[in-house]
């Protein structure tokens, strides 16, 4: 007995190598194996004369003209990136699926050429990645398809697979071989052959290329020798007849093969050869019955991987409609893991890849998985026990429909989506590199054998569905490289080479893309790289190469393509986009080399070029990322911005440059010259390690006009701040402006600095130059700020000999120059005395000051002859005292002078050190700047804790010493202090407040809460006489004020207070007064008393007085007496109104009575009116009749003088009339209403409901069947009908009020229940209504029954509810019931009062009150069912 395969002698031409195959080395586990690469390069565009017998197939050459289908599909150059279609224009339902349909999904549009040359633009990713994919049409291979087809009735391409050598099966039955050359080697089978078997569904090459199985559309599988074209083996009984081969796949045993058919069911075939006899034995492993299988996926291993321990399960993953399986079929038949896909399109494909992939250092395999738009990841591994885990990976989320997926590298897969689109993606980021648009392979699609159509379409919808596209047997990968087999083409893809993807954008003149391409290749940031080895330093050197290449080919094209002719901006546009590019990469590379030689010499042939150059360099030296350029450079950046005026970016470029190499007299002259003074301090530093010079230009330049005293120009001012900062930078070790002085030069250069200061004369004095120059110049500059950064100097001196002798020797200088000359300020010698006060105060202090010198500068100071800057003397003295200096003084002396000089803050300062508190009140009482601090000040001292009692009752004593002056000057605050700490006391202090204007305003701020004080007025203990006692004063001084002060008072007594305003002779006070106690009648006679006056008045008065003023005052009386007899009328009996009201109409009445018997009124008009006021105002309260009974009781109207009268009475009448026709209009609408309510709800309560069934809507038996349960039967107005008992098993009962109530099932459970009793208004009619039940009603509830009725009130019968829900429904607005309700309770009182002066009683919160009302004046109509 012997295995398969037979050793023959496989004849393989294995010599033409392509440059493909040594891209292909690089793979991780691919680099042993020898590949052979099918892409026809340039270099082969002619075939070989051994291809094929053209005698016998009648073939004509290739390098005849070619055919109309070779020219529609042929590629442009091979090198032109495929554009991204719109998907949009793919209609893909418009494909008939149920045609043998061989072609492309796309292949309507794939024919037009110019679509793709319309669309010529590049996708985003472009830029980023470059083209990753090289595509290429296999021409040799394409072409004798087509010539097959025509020639030998071959058919049309159907399968194709790939390994050393490609197959191709076509639909007539034939497996056309070619070799690597595309040379066709064997035609294997016969069209008589196919005419029996059909079409080639599925084929397979096994590893070492000696046997080929081919599937076919009616089962069969036929076995081949590749070396000899010889049949092997026939296979018919392999799996169920009448099913097509779907996949038939040899496993890494050469012996062991699946295949799986289109009913679903995979099969394992072992080959064996007994005696000769070529034997083939099948296995049903899975059967279509459980789960149809569409795609099986046996993993291989290369060679070099063929000891790894997981090849010895020969595992084979399946995918079934539902699920995916990984099965081992050795050493016996386990399965490994099940994996059902979840929610997806029933029409997508099941898809399934393996690879082998690094992870943590091991290699092991990983299947991918997808149906859909997600893939999923699943590693799999064997542990120690010799057991298989599987565990998931990220997965990945895509937003198309796969219809195809392969491995290209463990690194790099790609997709194929539903609309032909081609998807490079790279695995652990999941980042597309590139979409290439595939429409015009015309992909051959395997939808007729997915559906069985040579054997009469006897599969599963679900399958056929799959099966529209499938392209499972159209696709193949080996070695890095993808087929697809079109219509009448083959196609190969492949990753392109690094030195190929930049090499592409080169060609395309995208030169910024290939270089940051070529630096992410650099940078090892770049994806899908192929074809750079070795480790990261000598892959970064053979990048670098190819980038100074690029750059030096981008410096040419910048040149050549720059505008001859035309503006200069367009020019420097031009290089702006260019240059800096060049600069940004030769720094990225540290070629600094390069870029201050060849590219320099070469852009400074152009003028502009040059200049963009020098300005790139700008940013770099700023950040110092530039350093150490050529001296040459330097100048002619220096001279550039020094042409285009840029001084300001001459010194910033400077002061970061390394300028040894430069002439730094002519820089040091430049800078000078344009004012450039940190470069030239700068420059004098670095260049020179000279420290001292510049200082002495800079001095010669401010010191003359401070030594002359005039003011400084704006340019001198920087100058001296900078020498300032200059000066505090050597000090201190630091270089100007950035940056350190080296650390040994450190000491030096601070002696050299102090040495300079403190010379007793420049080097070019005059003869009368003052002592000390540089001191004396820089103390008249900033004062403070020298004498600051003598003292951030001080901090850091170590306290050795010399340091000591330095600090007193400059002290010593300081005040020699200061204290003996008159020519500087209080605040500059304050400034010298608080320095030295804070040097004198340190710990540590070493420093000797003569004590005199601060008593001069006391008594300087002080001056008091002096008037001028006394706030600022006083500044200056306090900040010298809060300094230390106060130790220097004799503490009694100062306090005396202070006060002599009016130093109020002084003498605060030295009281509160000897904790005088109370003197500090006399200081701000005395200092108009601060006087109203004085509240704040006494009341801190008296709330905050930390003073004793004694302190605190000092300060108390000062302010009542002081009372008055602090009432005159804030009343408000002095009440406050009063209030807030000495409650108590209130009258004494009121005793020692003599004048009468003070107490009043004090009394007010007390008492009066609108003054705005927060005091709690129940906290202060006051007697009601001091309330008295303000009101008096009231009285006094703002009577206009009093009854609104009465109305916020609260403590005072009624008696006394109305003594008070009658002595006054306050009228309206003493009515309101009289009004609160209760006496409304002695209140009105007030009142009246002034209106009976102010009538006399105008009766009295001749026509040059002013009227029109009396006239008002007599309006705002009456008003004011009306408002009184309406607040009060609602109190009182018919008997007191009267004795109100009649007398105020008598009192009206009257002048019009006089005016008929003396001479004529003036006002007769105006009375009349105000007369009508009053009684429109009585008719509230007094009947009609009455009023009219007591005016002809009048002996005057007795008499028969009405026509005085007679507007007044027709006034009266017409009232009368407009209230009786409302009353009535509205007791007629508010009956129609009620008559149209009770009729609906008579309608309702009496209407029938109609079931839509005669079964129960729960158990769906016929209510007939279950009577003999005596159970109820409810029907609901929706129609739905009920048992009762199927209903409460169903919880469908609300127990309220002692009542049940039910809801009918469906249309609850359809309405979310819940919202049924929340919103009763908004259920219409059907959905979930009341029911009728046979023998005892229930009813749905309702807005109106959530309320709780009392027991007293009738319950409704639970069918009046649901007539009453009804009609609610029907009418939506303020129910007229409601208006009724309102109405009645509003005429049950004793009288109608539109004046109630408060609103009380019921009418307040009424429907009227809602601004929403509308009285709706016709009812509704009657909606009918």
């Known amino acids: 007995m012997e295995n398969e395969p037979d050793h023959e002698n496989v004849e393989q031409s294995l010599s033409a190598k392509t440059t493909e195959e040594e891209l292909n080395k690089s793979f991780n586990l691919e680099a042993s194996l020898s590949k052979f690469s099918y892409i026809d390069l340039d270099k082969e565009l002619e075939f070989k004369n051994d291809l094929i017998d053209d005698k016998e197939f009648d073939i004509p050459q290739v390098d005849t003209p070619p055919t109309l289908e070779s020219i529609l599909n042929e590629t442009d150059d091979e090198d032109e990136s495929f554009v991204l279609e719109d998907p949009t224009l793919l209609n893909i339902d418009t494909i008939d699926s149920h045609s043998y349909d061989t072609s492309s999904v796309a292949s309507s549009d794939s024919g037009d050429r110019t679509n793709l040359k319309r669309k010529k633009k590049l996708p985003d990713s472009f830029s980023l990645h470059g083209s990753v994919m090289r595509h290429s049409l296999l021409k040799g291979i394409s072409a004798q398809i087509v010539s097959a087809a025509d020639k030998v009735d071959a058919g049309l391409p159907t399968a194709i697979a790939v390994s050393s ?816 700490h000495f409650s108590e006391q209130i009258e004494t202090v009121i005793k020692k407040l003599q004048n009468q204007v003070l107490l009043f305003k004090f009394l007010r701020s007390l008492l009066d809460p609108r003054e705005g004080i927060h005091v709690n007025q129940e906290l202060l203990q006051m007697s009601p006489c001091v309330t008295e006692q303000f009101i008096e004063l009231l009285c006094q001084f703002s009577p206009n004020q009093v009854i609104e002060t009465l109305q916020v008072l609260e403590c005072y007594r009624l008696e006394e207070t109305i003594q008070i305003t009658q002595k006054y002779q306050l009228h309206e006070v003493t009515a309101y007064l009289l009004e609160k106690k209760g006496d409304i009648h002695g209140a009105f006679l007030i009142m009246l008393q002034r209106l009976q006056s102010k009538l006399q008045e105008i009766t009295h008065q001749d026509e040059k007085t002013k009227e029109e003023l009396s006239l008002k005052d007599v309006e705002d009386t009456m008003v004011e007496t009306i408002a009184l007899c309406q607040r009060n009328s609602h109190n009182l009996n018919q008997q007191q109104r009267e004795a109100l009201w009649f007398p105020l109409l008598e009192a009206m009445m009257a002048p019009q009575k006089l005016s008929g018997s003396a001479a004529p009124h003036l006002h007769p008009d105006a009375l009349k009116s105000l007369t009508m006021q009053v009684l429109n105002s009585m008719a509230a309260f007094i009947a009609l009749p009455s009023i009219l009974q007591r005016i002809l009781q009048d002996p005057v109207y007795g008499k028969g003088k009405l026509g005085e009268i007679q507007g007044l009475i027709l006034g009266m009448l017409d009232t009368f009339n407009y209230e009786q026709t409302l009353l009535e209009t509205t007791t007629s609408l508010l009956n129609q209403d009620l008559h149209w309510s009770l009729c609906n709800l008579r309608a309702s309560v009496t209407r029938g409901l109609n079931p839509k069934q005669d079964y129960c809507s729960i158990c769906l038996q016929q209510y007939k069947r279950r009577q003999e349960m005596a159970d109820e039967i409810i029907v609901f107005s929706c129609g739905h009908l009920y048992h009762s008992f199927c209903l409460q098993n169903k919880e469908c009962t609300i127990e309220t009020e002692g009542q049940t109530r039910w809801t009918c099932y469906k249309c609850s459970s359809s309405n979310k229940v819940g919202k049924l009793s929340e919103n009763s208004s908004e259920i219409k009619t059907g959905k979930t209504a009341p029911s009728q039940v046979k023998m005892s009603p229930s009813c749905h509830p309702s807005k109106g029954d959530s309320t709780v009725k009392a027991a007293s009130e009738p319950v409704l019968d639970p069918q009046q509810i649901q007539a009453f829900d009804q009609l609610c429904r029907l009418y939506r607005g303020s129910s007229r019931l409601a208006l009724l309700t309102e109405l009645s309770q509003n005429r049950s009182s004793e009288s109608y009062r539109p004046f109630s002066g408060s609103q009380s009683g019921p009418a307040f919160n009424s429907i009227f009150q809602n601004e929403n009302f509308q009285l709706q004046l016709i009812p509704p109509p009657v909606t009918e069912d």
């Open 165 to 980: 050598l490609i197959a191709v099966g076509t639909s007539h039955g034939l497996a056309l071989i070619f070799d690597q050359n595309q040379a066709l080697r064997l035609c294997l089978g016969s069209t008589s052959v196919g005419g029996q078997y059909g079409a080639i569904s599925a084929l397979s090459i096994n590893n070492d290329c000696s046997r080929l199985l081919c599937g076919f559309a009616k089962g069969q599988i036929t076995m081949w020798d590749l070396a000899s074209g010889k049949l092997l083996r026939s296979i018919t009984d392999a799996h169920p007849p009448g099913t097509a081969i779907l996949h038939i796949k040899f496993t890494d045993d050469p012996t062991l093969a699946i295949c799986n058919d289109s009913g679903g069911s995979v099969f394992e075939l072992t080959f064996k050869r007994v005696m000769g006899v070529r034997t083939c034995e099948s296995r049903c492993l899975f059967s279509g019955s459980k789960g149809e299988v569409c795609c099986i996926e046996p993993l291989h291993s290369k060679p070099e991987l063929k000891d790894h321990p997981i090849t010895q399960f020969s595992l084979l993953a399946m995918a079934s409609l539902t699920k995916i399986l990984v099965i081992g079929l050795k050493p016996s038949l386990k399965v490994w893991m099940t994996f059902p896909y979840g929610r997806m399109d029933p029409s997508s494909v099941p898809l399934l890849a393996w690879h082998f992939v690094a992870v943590h250092n091991y290699v092991n395999p990983m299947l991918a998985f997808c149906r859909g738009d997600v893939v999923h990841f699943l590693l799999v591994k064997r542990d120690e026990s010799g057991a298989i885990h599987v565990t998931k990976q990220k997965h990945l989320h895509l937003y198309y429909d796969l219809i195809n997926f392969t491995w290209i590298n463990s690194r790099t897969v790609v997709l194929l989506d539903s609309v032909e689109k081609l998807h490079v993606i790279d695995r652990q980021t999941q980042e597309e590199l590139e979409t290439v648009e595939i429409s015009e392979v015309q992909l051959v699609y395997n939808s007729s054998h997915f559906k069985s159509l040579a054997t009469g379409g006897n599969v599963s919808q679900a399958l056929a569905l799959v099966g529209e596209k499938a392209c499972y047997q159209s696709i193949s990968s080996y070695g890095g490289q993808i087929f697809y087999l079109g219509t009448k083409s083959v196609y190969v893809m492949m990753l392109r080479s690094w030195r190929e993807r930049v090499d592409h954008l080169l060609k395309q003149d995208c030169l910024t893309e290939a270089l940051a391409l070529a630096w992410s290749f650099h940078e090892g940031k770049a994806k899908a790289v192929v074809g750079l080895s070795g480790d990261a330093s000598k892959r970064k050197a053979v990048v670098a190469d190819r980038m100074v290449e690029i750059l030096f080919h981008y410096a040419d094209r910048a040149l050549k393509k720059c505008p001859d002719q035309g503006k200069i901006q367009v020019m420097e546009q031009h290089f702006q986009d260019m240059v800096p590019v060049i600069v940004d990469y030769c720094l990225l590379l540290e070629r600094k080399d390069l870029l201050f030689s060849q590219m320099y010499d070469k852009l400074s042939e152009n003028s502009v070029a040059k200049g963009v150059f020098l300005e790139c360099l700008e940013p770099y030296i700023l950040s110092d990322k530039l350093v150490g350029m050529t001296p040459q450079v330097m100048k002619d950046l220096i001279v550039h911005f020094q042409d285009k005026k840029l001084m300001e970016n001459v010194e910033a470029l400077i002061v970061h440059m390394d300028i040894t190499s430069l002439d730094i007299q002519q820089v040091v002259l430049m800078c000078w010259e344009n004012r450039l003074y940190d470069a030239m301090i700068y420059v004098y530093n670095r260049g020179m390690n000279e420290f001292i010079s510049p200082m002495e230009k800079l001095f010669r330049v401010i010191a003359p006009p401070l030594n002359a005293g005039r003011t400084l120009t704006d340019e001198q001012v920087v100058m001296g701040n900078k020498l300032l900062v200059y000066i505090s930078c050597c000090l201190a070790g630091r270089a100007y402006p950035l940056g350190d002085i080296p650390e040994d030069l450190v000491p030096l250069v601070k002696n050299q600095v102090f040495e300079f200061l403190i010379r007793l004369h420049s080097a070019e004095a005059s003869p009368e130059e003052e002592i000390y120059p540089y001191v004396r110049t820089l103390l008249h500059f900033d004062t403070r700020e020298f004498l600051n950064v003598l003292a951030l100097t001080f901090e850091d001196f170590k306290n050795d000999k010399q340091a000591v002798e330095y600090q007193q020797r400059i002290v010593d200088i300081l005040l020699k120059v200061m204290v003996e000359n008159s020519d500087f300020t209080p605040s500059q010698v304050g400034c010298l005395f608080t320095f030295l006060a804070r040097q004198l105060a340190k710990p540590d202090n070493t420093l000797f000051v003569n004590r005199t010198l601060f008593d001069q500068v006391l008594e300087f100071l002080c001056s008091p002859d002096d008037d001028s800057r006394h706030s600022e003397r006083q500044q200056v003295l306090l900040e010298l005292l809060q300094a230390g200096g106060i130790v220097q003084f004799e503490e009694s002396r100062l306090i005396r002078m202070a006060e002599k000089a009016e130093f109020y803050q002084i003498c605060e300062f030295m009281y509160e050190r000897e904790h005088q508190y109370d003197k500090i009140i006399d200081c701000y009482l005395r200092d108009p700047l601060r006087e109203e601090e004085v509240f704040n000040y006494i009341h801190n001292i008296l709330s905050i804790p930390g003073h004793s009692a004694e302190e605190k009752q000092s300060v108390w004593q000062k302010a009542m010493d002081h009372i008055e002056e602090l009432v005159s000057l804030r009343p408000c605050k002095a009440a406050e202090l009063v209030a807030t």
